[in-house]
């Protein structure tokens, strides 16, 4: 996936490794989760039982659109949810 960071002007701290279905991707201390994901290329959080597409609509929390799994725990907001080395997410979306 093509990465949409601004990275010219900009000062960060190094990246950290966070897990995605399987993959590894960079996200910065401080960013949360949605955030990382939508950088690196994300657009889908999950899926309804229909099966149409899903990502985050409020960013702050209220909407649930941003749900992921986070090291096995379902339902958890993407948008709230702080990034740390070695978290993994698992967004509903794949398979």
Same mark, same amino acid.
């Given at each position: 996936? &093509? #990465?949409?960071?601004? /990275?010219? $002007?900009?000062?960060?701290?190094?990246?950290? #490794?966070?897990?995605?279905? $399987? /993959? *590894?991707?960079?996200?910065?201390?401080?960013?949360?989760?949605?955030?990382?994901?939508?950088?690196? !290329?994300? @657009?889908?959080?999950?899926?309804? @039982? &229909?099966?149409?597409?899903?990502?985050? %609509?409020?960013?702050?929390?209220?909407?649930?659109?941003?749900?992921?799994?986070?090291? !096995?725990?379902? $339902? %958890?907001?993407?948008? #709230?949810?702080? %990034? *740390?080395? !070695?978290?993994?997410?698992?967004?509903?979306? %794949? !398979?």
């Amino acid at each position: 996936m &093509t #990465a949409t960071r601004i /990275e010219h $002007g900009v000062t960060r701290p190094a990246p950290i #490794a966070i897990e995605v279905d $399987g /993959e *590894r991707v960079d996200a910065y201390p401080g960013e949360s989760l949605a955030t990382a994901l939508l950088a690196s !290329g994300v @657009r889908a959080f999950r899926r309804t @039982r &229909t099966g149409a597409p899903r990502g985050p %609509v409020c960013n702050m929390g209220v909407c649930f659109e941003c749900a992921v799994t986070v090291d !096995g725990e379902p $339902g %958890v907001r993407a948008c #709230a949810t702080p %990034v *740390r080395a !070695g978290l993994r997410v698992e967004t509903g979306t %794949v !398979g």
